[in-house]
């Protein structure tokens, strides 16, 4: 059975994407590599990507401009840039125009690129069970507001057929109370003083 593909890595260089591929192999998620921007966009379309690893210079498109790409249409996926450099100005560009999760230096530690790619898996799925259960918790609280809403409704019509009765009775006792409709008996006035 074909494993899911979950991360996405964009580099130029054929010989990176090929020693990826065969680093992630036993991994528990698939990954698409690509040197092609076009080929990565169509797969962010397709897959479920939750992790793009993108190189920070390539000759199409640089790797910032990719993830800021990314970021736009697909904003909760996790983004790596991979980088052979090091550019502090590259760096800072990243994280404010990509947001940019982390930084993975050329050559990379297979131990440190593994874990960070579960780690990103991790935060993402994390971040999608949070606004699944924002989600849940909005829509909760719409159904609570309708209900309380009709229930003010119904209690304000209930209290309006109910007084308008009361009223009448309330009146007419008052009037027996007061004598005007004849004598009445100290049991009667008993009753009728609780009645009121």
């Known amino acids: 059975m074909p494993k899911e593909i979950q991360v996405l890595f964009l580099d130029d260089e054929e010989s990176i994407i090929d020693g990826v591929q065969r680093l992630f192999i036993r991994e528990p998620y698939g990954i698409f590599g690509t040197t092609s921007p076009d080929q990565a966009r169509e ?19 640089s790797g910032v401009e990719f993830l800021r790409e990314v970021k ?10 991979f980088t052979g450099y090091t550019d502090f100005s590259a760096a800072e560009e990243a994280i404010n125009v990509g947001e940019v999760y982390r930084f993975i230096s050329k050559p990379w530690k297979t131990a440190e690129l ?12 994390l971040v999608r069970a949070a606004k699944t259960k924002e989600e849940e918790l909005e829509f909760s609280n719409k159904k609570l507001k309708a209900m309380y809403e009709m229930q003010k409704e119904f209690t304000s019509t209930v209290s309006h057929e109910l007084r308008t009765p009361l009223e009448s009775i309330k009146t007419a006792i008052d009037l027996v109370v007061k004598r005007m409709v004849g004598e009445i008996n100290q049991e009667q006035e008993e009753v009728l003083g609780r009645a009121k």
Request: net charge neutral; aromatic share 8%.
């Open 43 to 61: 797969a962010m379309a397709k897959e479920k990507i939750k992790v793009v690893v993108s190189d920070y210079r390539m000759p199409d498109i």
């Open 114 to 125: 593994l874990s960070t790619i579960r780690q990103c898996i991790e935060h993402y799925d």
């Open 72 to 81: 736009g249409q697909y904003p909760d996926i996790v983004k790596i840039l």
